[in-house]
């Protein structure tokens, strides 16, 4: 429930009238009024927040001001889109975070961490289009190799989808991937100083033993966390990637949506948005209680 | 003679300060023959744990062992491949560290952890290691030994999993066991349950141990050698029976004496004014289950209460409730002869200059960023509104009564020493003019030296200003240094209460009684007639 | 002082290198209008000239003089960005060491309001108010600060939480010094080292999240120079193999790279004081 109230407010504490604000000020008093009628703008507010709620939760969106098109029909193939992009580029970034995370934790200090280190500072250091960009003039421009327009369309095969999707997953994985990566390391170094691996050390137990066995069940629950917690940035880090390579999805949509001020396309792609977010915020706390030895077994 | 089981020589050992090596351990010799105890004893500094660690050919992060021989059974440990150490760590020298809570993986059950050792050097297989974790289990007197083992760290009480981790220590039969001040974190009544956990073990199984404490009393139980180490150096070294009896080196008669100084018999016959009066007092954090039922304690102008108990009994509870931390959910707190408001917030600040407080951790009561001129200048601003000039002259002379430089006043806490800190903190409270100061285990963080050198200067400081101290306590020897007069707390009641001589002569109550019978005494055959005088179990 | 300076100088380079990477661009941005050839907005030749004497990184998307606008965007972006900052710290470090201070319902009530508006991602939030408001720099200094404040009051409240506790800030409530006090004299010194370095974050995250804005076209409006819009106006160059948006991507990336290798080290010294 809380999540629905920011932006009703916001609507709410529009300055002006919406109505003029999205038709103009030269609009006919009729035409306003016409449109208020249609935003139900003349109900009181709590009145239009129980309708609006109700008509949200059975799926209902409203109509987009900008085409007049039922606002879930806009929706639900950008959203497929923006998930398949979001899913591709965690199926690549994840493994591939938490090896580099964990080698670098258990070769700290040595050429190869600093190297990583160091890369990995600089990648979370440069936005999105920057690195979009580089990667557009790299293997786009000067090489051939990928489109810079990620182009799809519902008759596309699974396969060329995934190549017109190749810089975008690439350019987000970058991304992605140093943000999981360092924090991977900081949550093993961390297991790695606790007096129970110096006990282990002490058993006399073999290094792969102490890291598989005695390290990585307590390093489970924060790594996942990290996970989950990365997992729901990358939702909101595909709006910027979305519209640097024209690609359809939920983040362009939006962002479109935003500067035609067409409110219920906003509320709805916002509030799908926010609601994935939470959800996998929502998973990384419940994974992290599960994961946890300390918690799984009480008292 | 045999052989020696364990010998190392002209071991240096350094750490890592800044980007320097200097030295933590300069020169020393060890030997430990099979089936003896030797005992390693020095204040915090003293590098007693590092050497324990290097008798395994084992540095921590930021050590390292620089130099010298470790020759265990015939072979050299130093410079060892990490496949050769492993054969010999956990199976051979095994290591007991001073928290069990944190030494054992909170992922697996006890049992396991006992078993893995013995598996993974290929001494017997999964199921005869449990078996043997039962017998050891209940060789150790832990409760129920069939199940205990399958519970998880973190579902065993501290004094258990202490002796929990001496099983797991024993899964092998090792040779040597290092203790790393087993009994350090525990309370008096669990520290014999665990003394005489390894008496049990050093003596049927005849295994060499290192026993690593700054208490000598304790060690003075177990060991059959003694090492006396300060700051890197060997002090002493010889039978435990002849340090005790005969020490050669000042530093080690100054360790013994630690616990036999007294405060002088006051004039306690002179009954002077009540300063604070508790009456009635029941408190909760909860509002649920009380943590002090019913307290009555009064204390007198000029002398010390001591309130002793261990932890959980609700001492330092009775401390936040009579500065008005933790308003009483009952009961009345009577200053002065004026009953004080429940809450901190209501109270005039003329009581509260009138009542002080030091705490147990100087580290923490000290403001890192504040100058000692600070720390101590702000209450006179604030109780007496001194001017910058007037400050300056008391801080001065704050200091000399507390024995320190008068160069200090313008240092940061950082760049004192333990002992030194809490001196500053005793300033802190004397500045103010206080009646009562109550003081929370001020001397439980500090070594021993250094604690018997702050409670003189508390009992000085009482005489020349006849300020009352409400002195909370684990510690039955401080108490019976300086106490005029005896609370003893049990779970949150006051289980007895009188003058000092009272309470420490029969007949006691039971609980004072094993309060008292679980002090250790600097004498070697303490532990023997304690155990034998127990029902046998 | 001198304490400062051999901090300084015992930096290794990665700090060094960040130091100047900074201290570069807020040249640039101080002395803009000095070194700057051209105006911000004046139109000086073709469109997505090659760099050249005339013009040293080429003519963006209207023939403006690119290193001119860079000049001015860091100018813009930089002031910009470091207003949200010293807002959202303000408002959040206050708002969170009163919540550790004083507990209670207090805390409850401002943490429970916090936990809401952080359950939203920064960037969709925005995104919302910013329709609804529209795009002017008074709305997006003052949401951006307002959703920025929420993670300063995380971390101003976890920090002062920890401290709260400590034996000394005790002792002063038990002198009777009142919130300020505690909050200015025993708090806050003991909390600058993370909040130093968590401003050193705080500005990148804003920078960026200006810049993501602006490359949405919802941030500062043109034709004020800024480089996140400037590499959205450029964008289209880049297909035809012009790398005209890359400069002032690159000089993002630079001014937050340099800040980041700054607080890296700053943390790794903080760290190693405290054990």
């Known amino acids: 429930m809380g999540d629905l109230r920011p932006d009703f407010v916001g609507i709410e504490a529009l300055p002006g009238d919406l109505a003029e604000a999205v038709l103009g000020q030269s609009a006919t008093p009729e035409t306003v009024a016409a449109f208020r009628k249609e935003l139900k703008l003349d109900l009181p507010p709590h009145v239009r927040y129980v309708a609006w709620l109700g008509a949200f939760v059975r799926g209902d969106f409203g109509n987009s001001l900008a085409n007049r098109r039922p606002v879930a029909d806009l929706i639900s193939w950008r959203f497929a889109n923006s998930l398949l992009l979001a899913g591709v580029t965690a199926l690549i970034a994840v493994p591939v975070a938490v090896i580099l995370g964990i080698l670098a934790a258990l070769y700290r200090n040595t050429v190869f961490d600093r190297l990583i280190s160091m890369a990995t500072l600089s990648t979370i250091s440069f936005p999105e289009f920057f690195v979009a960009y580089i990667l557009i003039a790299l293997l786009s421009v000067r090489v051939a190799l990928f489109p810079s327009i990620a182009n799809i369309n519902a008759d596309m095969t699974l396969g060329q989808k995934l190549y017109a999707i190749c810089l975008p997953c690439l350019t987000l994985a970058m991304v992605v991937t140093a943000h999981m990566m360092r924090q991977t390391r900081a949550a093993i170094i961390n297991i790695l100083a606790s007096p129970f691996i110096e006990m282990a050390n002490l058993k006399g137990l073999r290094r792969l033993r102490v890291v598989v066995l005695h390290a990585f069940p307590n390093a489970l629950s924060p790594v996942i966390n990290v996970i989950a917690l990365n997992l729901a940035y990358l939702v909101v880090g595909v709006v910027i990637v979305e519209v640097v390579f024209v690609y359809p999805g939920l983040g362009q949509l939006l962002v479109d949506s935003v500067s035609k001020r067409d409110i219920p396309v906003v509320q709805a792609s916002g509030l799908i948005f926010a609601a994935t977010y939470v959800m996998l915020n929502l998973l990384a706390d419940v994974l992290s209680i599960v994961s946890n030895p300390r918690l799984r077994n009480p008292r | 003679m045999n052989n020696p089981l364990l010998e190392m020589k002209d071991i240096v050992i350094e750490g890592l300060t800044g980007d320097a090596w200097a030295p933590i351990i300069n020169s020393l010799d060890l030997t430990l023959r099979k089936g003896e105890v030797l005992g390693l004893i020095g204040e915090s500094g003293a590098g007693k744990s590092t050497l324990g660690l290097a008798a395994m050919g084992y540095a921590r992060q930021g050590c390292r062992i620089a130099s010298g021989a470790i020759v265990f059974d015939g072979q050299e440990l130093l410079g060892a491949p990490a496949s050769q150490l492993r054969l010999i760590r956990g199976a051979r020298i095994a290591y007991v560290a001073q928290s069990a809570a944190a030494s054992f993986n909170p992922a697996h059950r006890l049992i396991r952890q006992y078993a893995e050792g013995p598996v993974q050097h290929g001494l017997m297989s999964a199921a005869e290691a449990e078996e043997n974790a039962v017998t050891t289990y209940r060789q150790l007197l832990l409760p129920d030994p069939e199940n205990i083992g399958y519970r998880f760290p973190h579902q065993v009480s501290g004094g258990q999993l202490q002796r929990a981790m001496m099983a797991m220590a024993m899964s092998c039969r090792p040779d040597i066991i290092i203790f790393d001040e087993p009994t350090t974190a525990l309370d008096v009544t669990t520290q014999i349950e665990v003394l005489a956990a390894i008496r049990e073990i050093t003596r049927r199984f005849d295994t060499a141990a290192i026993y690593i404490t700054h208490d000598l009393a304790v060690v003075a139980q177990l060991a059959d050698r003694i090492m006396v180490l300060r700051n890197g150096d060997l002090v002493e070294e010889n039978d435990a029976g002849e340090i005790l009896a005969h020490p050669r080196e000042p530093y080690t008669r100054d360790l013994l004496a630690v616990r036999s100084f007294r405060k002088r018999e006051s004039d306690a016959a002179l009954k002077k004014e009540v300063i604070l009066k508790v009456e009635g007092l029941t408190a909760s954090y909860t509002g649920e289950n009380n943590v002090l039922e019913d307290i009555d304690v009064s204390v007198h102008r000029g002398r010390t209460v001591a309130l002793v108990g261990e932890s959980g009994s609700g001492k330092s509870t009775l401390a936040r409730v009579i500065t008005g931390l933790l308003p009483a959910v009952n009961g009345r707190v009577v200053f002065n002869g004026d009953v004080l408001p429940a809450a901190l917030k209501h109270r005039k600040r003329e009581d509260l200059r009138r009542l002080q407080m030091i705490y147990q951790m100087p580290d923490t009561a000290l403001n890192p960023r504040q100058k000692i001129r600070k720390i101590i200048g702000r209450p006179l601003k604030f109780y007496f509104n001194a001017s910058r000039r007037q400050q300056e002259a008391r801080i001065l002379e704050l200091l000399e009564q507390v024995e320190l430089p008068a160069d200090y006043i313008d240092r940061y806490p950082t760049e004192l020493s333990g002992g030194e800190k809490q001196r500053i903190c005793i300033a802190r409270a004397l500045v103010a003019k206080p009646d009562l100061i109550i003081c929370d285990e001020v001397t439980s963080a500090l070594d021993q030296l250094v604690a018997e050198g702050i409670l003189k200067l508390l009992l000085n400081l009482q005489r020349q200003l006849q300020v009352s101290y409400l002195f909370i306590t684990h510690d039955l020897a401080t108490v019976k240094a300086i106490a005029d007069e005896i609370v003893v707390m049990l779970a949150g009641r006051i289980v007895e209460k009188g003058p000092k001589k009272e309470i420490l002569t029969p007949p006691h109550h039971a609980y004072t009684h094993r309060l008292l019978a679980c002090v250790p005494e600097m004498d070697p055959n303490w532990l023997d007639r304690l155990l034998e005088k127990r029902p046998a179990a | ?275």
């Not at chain 3, 819009?229 to 012009?242: H, K, L, Q």
């Open chain 3, 1 to 275: 002082m001198t304490a400062l300076l051999k901090l300084l100088r015992s930096a290794p380079f990665s700090a060094r290198l960040g130091m100047g990477m900074v201290l570069i661009t807020l040249l640039a941005a101080i002395l803009a209008p000095a070194i700057a050839p051209y105006g911000e907005t004046a139109v000086t030749g073709d469109v997505w000239l090659p760099a050249s004497s005339s013009h040293w990184v080429g003519t963006d998307n209207l023939g403006r003089d690119l290193f001119s606008r860079l000049l001015f965007g860091a100018r813009n972006t930089i002031a910009i960005a470091f207003l949200i900052t010293a807002l959202s710290f303000g408002v959040g470090t206050v708002w969170g060491f009163l919540a550790a201070t004083v507990g209670g319902w207090i805390d409850q009530l401002l943490s429970r309001g916090v936990d809401i508006l952080m359950a939203f991602p920064t960037l969709i939030f925005a995104l919302m108010v910013l329709s609804v408001v529209g795009t002017s720099i008074p709305a997006l200094v003052v949401v951006i600060a307002l959703l920025d404040s929420t993670r300063v009051f995380r971390l101003s409240r976890a920090v002062a939480m920890d401290i709260a506790v400590m034996e000394y800030v005790e002792a002063a409530r038990l002198r009777g010094e009142g919130l300020w006090w505690l909050m200015r004299h025993e708090i806050l010194p003991n909390a600058m080292p993370p909040l130093v370095a968590e401003f050193g974050l705080r500005f990148c995250f804003v920078f960026l999240f200006i810049a993501a804005l602006s490359f949405l076209g919802l941030g500062i409006q043109p034709p004020t120079a800024d480089w996140g819009s400037m590499v959205r106006e450029n964008a289209g160059a880049i297909t035809f193999g012009i790398y005209t948006p890359l400069w002032p991507a690159g000089a993002i990336a630079f001014l937050t790279v340099g800040v980041n290798l700054i607080v890296d080290w700053f943390l790794h010294v903080a760290s190693g004081l405290e054990d």
